[in-house]
């Protein structure tokens, strides 16, 4: 992988590196209580831990933003996102619309109708309170 600065100035850093650097610098904290905070399951943290992604090898943003609120404050997201050689979405609501509307587009009439009517009832839901 090529060398990418990320916005501490830590050139190099993958991440890999940047996790195993989170777990060593956090000794109370482990690969399991990342993922669970994160939301992402355990085999996938420990696979971008060390190095094997897999085919593709593409993380979601919005893994990669909650992987940046699963970890400590002295690892923003910028950083998460700059080790995974990316750049942070100005907009993750943005970038979800945009997906969701090319799913929209992608269904029949009748999927589209039932869609739009999941989404109504699900805007009726209380909304989760966010931890942090």
Not at 11 to 30: F, H, I, K, Q
Not at 55 to 77: F, K, N, V
């Given at each position: 992988?090529?060398?990418?600065?990320?916005?501490?100035?830590?050139?190099?850093?993958?991440?890999?590196?940047?996790?195993?650097?989170?777990?060593?610098e956090?000794?109370?904290?482990?690969q399991?209580?990342?993922?669970?905070?994160?939301?992402i399951?355990?085999?996938?943290?420990?696979?971008?831990?060390?190095?094997?992604r897999?085919a593709?090898g593409?993380?979601?943003s919005?893994?990669?933003?909650?992987?940046?609120?699963?970890?400590?404050?002295?690892?923003?997201?910028?950083?998460?996102?700059?080790?995974?050689?990316?750049?942070?979405?100005?907009?993750?609501?943005?970038?979800?619309?945009?997906?969701?509307?090319?799913?929209?587009?992608?269904?029949?009439?009748?999927?589209?109708?039932?869609?739009?009517e999941?989404?109504?009832?699900?805007?009726?839901?209380?909304?989760p309170?966010?931890?942090?």
């Amino acid at each position: 992988m090529e060398p990418i600065e990320t916005p501490t100035g830590q050139a190099g850093e993958d991440l890999g590196a940047l996790l195993r650097c989170v777990l060593s610098e956090n000794p109370g904290l482990t690969q399991k209580r990342i993922a669970e905070r994160a939301g992402i399951p355990y085999a996938t943290l420990n696979a971008w831990v060390t190095g094997r992604r897999g085919a593709g090898g593409r993380i979601a943003s919005d893994d990669l933003r909650a992987l940046a609120d699963a970890l400590p404050e002295a690892y923003p997201a910028a950083r998460v996102f700059a080790a995974a050689g990316r750049r942070t979405p100005a907009d993750l609501d943005a970038e979800r619309e945009i997906r969701l509307l090319e799913i929209y587009r992608g269904l029949d009439a009748d999927q589209q109708r039932a869609l739009v009517e999941m989404a109504r009832a699900l805007a009726k839901l209380p909304r989760p309170r966010r931890a942090g």
